[in-house]
């Protein structure tokens, strides 16, 4: 596991930011400088935030989707609603976090680099976290300035950003296990965009480089670096999932291995790749029979978890006004009413140990996937990117929402730039065709006698319906 030190002032976002040495907790830009190997400290701290950025993305973008419902008051319930304002302290937080890993990765690129050049290992810190930022505002955000007190700029453009920035990370980094990284995040930026060719040919390349790996970030609570998202799925039971979405809860638990998010894996790949056959028609027997299988082994070799969960409750109101409890394996739940039951998908936690996957899990089979065409198998891919990210902050971008760019910046943005019209980006986006009413995207029903639950809104139908692919 990472080292991390603590900085002191790691919240500045600022070019010149004050850090700490192991025997000072405090010291001036120019003081840090002069230590032996300052890069080495500070890419620590850029490690330190990246966990920090994907583990605050993870729990705070789940919960504004079908993925989670919050069951508790202690953390945002406005999300979940979803009900997401510029005033939003959370809004604010996520949009610190791109601008701290920006920053950070930048100052050491174009300060510290001077003073102590980094090691391959370092790069690929560095440029990761740099990238990650503009994926992070280019998949989540309506508008964010791309450099301190900047112009908001728009999603799209924070998105090229992070190609330019990969792009040059690729020519730079000769590091082996950085390649297939690198191309999965620029396919991802690509995907998102909407480029086909471009999308395809990265997953492709990633994929030459290593079909099975997976990057994550560490957590480590002695020093400071802390998953909310851990909190609260697993140790304070505060989140329940979609009924259908239950086997794979809790994601991540007590200890420190099982607390590891991914940020890219190679599964993304495959995925893209078949949401890009999907947007050609014709080529979706060439996925079915040349990737197809492999993505199914890679997910079913991912492995799992094994411990007891018999605290967790479950309860539901049923049909007839009973409560009931979700969390025995004799129900089963279909994703809306006109689709069929599937068993299974609630684990039985009310006595002896539950398994979850570890890193990616689903409730397709090969065979179910093999037998869908056209719509029905854009469909099942986006139940799979569901299921493979879930507990991973991505449904958020897939379901196309987006949010405001915060109260603070607002006002900065105001005041330096008057020829800015801000009402443009002050409110989140969320697209017409999710439900309208609170808490709409978590609301099921509960069949008592018959032991069934459905879903109220299948959201991957609704998303295929909406857009077909994301290159459409």
Same mark, same amino acid.
């Given at each position: 596991?990472?080292?991390?030190?603590?900085?002191?002032?790691?919240?500045?976002?600022?070019?010149?930011?004050?850090?700490?040495?192991?025997?000072?907790?405090?010291?001036?830009?120019?003081?840090?400088?002069?230590?032996?190997?300052?890069?080495?400290?500070?890419?620590?701290?850029?490690?330190?935030?990246?966990?920090?950025?994907?583990?605050?993305?993870?729990?705070?973008?789940?919960?504004?989707?079908?993925?989670?419902?919050?069951?508790?008051?202690?953390?945002?319930?406005?999300?979940?609603?979803?009900?997401?304002?510029?005033?939003?302290?959370?809004?604010?937080?996520?949009?610190?976090?791109?601008?701290?890993?920006?920053?950070? +990765?930048?100052?050491?690129?174009?300060?510290?680099?001077?003073?102590?050049?980094?090691?391959?290992?370092?790069?690929?810190?560095?440029?990761?976290?740099?990238?990650?930022?503009?994926?992070?505002?280019?998949?989540?955000?309506?508008?964010?300035?791309?450099?301190?007190?900047?112009?908001?700029?728009?999603?799209?453009?924070?998105?090229?950003?992070?190609?330019?920035?990969?792009?040059?990370?690729?020519?730079?980094?000769?590091?082996?296990?950085?390649?297939?990284?690198?191309?999965?995040?620029?396919?991802?930026?690509?995907?998102?965009?909407?480029?086909?060719?471009?999308?395809?040919?990265?997953?492709?390349?990633?994929?030459?480089?290593?079909?099975?790996?997976?990057?994550?970030?560490?957590?480590?609570?002695?020093?400071?670096?802390? +998953?909310?998202?851990?909190?609260?799925?697993? +140790?304070?039971?505060?989140?329940?999932?979609?009924?259908?979405?239950?086997?794979?809860?809790?994601?991540?638990?007590?200890?420190?291995?099982?607390?590891?998010?991914?940020?890219?894996?190679?599964?993304?790949?495959?995925?893209?790749?078949?949401?890009?056959?999907?947007?050609?028609?014709? +080529?979706?027997?060439?996925?079915?029979?040349?990737?197809?299988?492999?993505?199914?082994?890679?997910?079913?070799?991912?492995?799992?978890?094994?411990?007891?969960?018999?605290?967790?409750?479950?309860?539901?109101?049923?049909?007839?006004?009973?409560?009931?409890?979700?969390?025995?394996?004799?129900?089963?739940?279909?994703?809306?009413?006109?689709?069929?039951?599937?068993?299974?998908?609630?684990?039985?936690?009310?006595?002896?140990?539950?398994?979850?996957?570890?890193?990616?899990?689903?409730?397709?089979?090969?065979?179910?996937?093999?037998?869908?065409?056209?719509?029905?198998?854009?469909?099942?891919?986006?139940?799979?990117?569901?299921?493979?990210?879930?507990?991973?902050?991505?449904?958020?971008?897939?379901?196309?929402?987006?949010?405001?760019?915060?109260?603070?910046?607002?006002?900065?943005?105001?005041?330096?730039?008057?020829?800015?019209?801000?009402?443009?980006?002050?409110?989140?986006?969320?697209?017409?065709?999710?439900?309208?009413?609170?808490?709409?995207?978590?609301?099921?029903?509960?069949?008592?006698?018959?032991?069934?639950?459905?879903?109220?809104?299948?959201?991957?139908?609704?998303?295929?319906?909406?857009?077909?692919?994301?290159?459409?």
């Amino acid at each position: 596991m990472k080292q991390y030190i603590i900085i002191s002032a790691l919240l500045l976002v600022t070019a010149l930011m004050s850090s700490c040495t192991p025997d000072s907790p405090e010291m001036s830009a120019d003081e840090f400088l002069e230590v032996d190997n300052p890069m080495t400290y500070w890419v620590n701290g850029i490690n330190k935030e990246m966990a920090l950025a994907v583990g605050t993305f993870a729990e705070l973008l789940d919960v504004a989707t079908d993925n989670y419902r919050n069951v508790y008051s202690r953390s945002n319930r406005e999300f979940d609603k979803p009900n997401i304002q510029y005033t939003d302290i959370d809004v604010e937080n996520l949009q610190r976090h791109v601008g701290k890993l920006r920053e950070m +990765s930048l100052y050491a690129l174009n300060t510290i680099a001077a003073r102590d050049i980094p090691t391959d290992e370092q790069l690929a810190d560095i440029y990761t976290a740099l990238a990650y930022s503009y994926i992070l505002a280019g998949e989540n955000f309506v508008a964010l300035p791309m450099e301190e007190n900047g112009r908001p700029m728009v999603w799209q453009e924070h998105l090229r950003k992070a190609v330019e920035v990969l792009e040059e990370a690729n020519a730079k980094v000769g590091l082996a296990s950085f390649k297939p990284v690198c191309h999965t995040l620029l396919a991802r930026a690509y995907h998102r965009l909407g480029n086909r060719l471009a999308a395809k040919e990265n997953a492709e390349k990633a994929l030459s480089y290593d079909k099975t790996f997976c990057a994550m970030v560490d957590f480590d609570e002695a020093n400071g670096v802390v +998953s909310n998202i851990k909190d609260r799925s697993f +140790s304070a039971n505060w989140w329940e999932p979609l009924p259908r979405l239950d086997f794979l809860d809790p994601k991540y638990q007590q200890s420190a291995e099982s607390q590891r998010i991914a940020y890219a894996k190679a599964e993304e790949n495959y995925l893209i790749l078949a949401e890009c056959c999907a947007a050609d028609g014709a +080529s979706v027997e060439d996925f079915k029979e040349a990737f197809m299988d492999d993505f199914f082994r890679l997910v079913m070799s991912r492995g799992a978890q094994s411990f007891e969960d018999n605290l967790e409750m479950r309860e539901a109101t049923a049909v007839d006004g009973t409560v009931v409890n979700l969390n025995t394996s004799d129900w089963k739940v279909r994703a809306s009413s006109e689709d069929e039951y599937f068993e299974g998908l609630v684990l039985n936690r009310s006595k002896g140990l539950i398994t979850v996957p570890a890193v990616s899990g689903t409730s397709v089979d090969a065979n179910r996937m093999r037998n869908a065409f056209g719509r029905d198998f854009l469909e099942l891919v986006y139940l799979l990117r569901q299921e493979v990210f879930f507990a991973e902050g991505r449904r958020f971008s897939d379901l196309g929402m987006r949010l405001p760019l915060c109260e603070v910046e607002a006002a900065k943005v105001r005041n330096r730039y008057p020829d800015v019209d801000v009402s443009m980006f002050i409110k989140a986006y969320i697209p017409a065709y999710l439900p309208t009413e609170q808490y709409g995207m978590d609301a099921y029903t509960v069949d008592a006698a018959d032991r069934t639950v459905t879903i109220k809104y299948n959201l991957n139908r609704l998303i295929v319906d909406s857009h077909a692919t994301a290159f459409e």
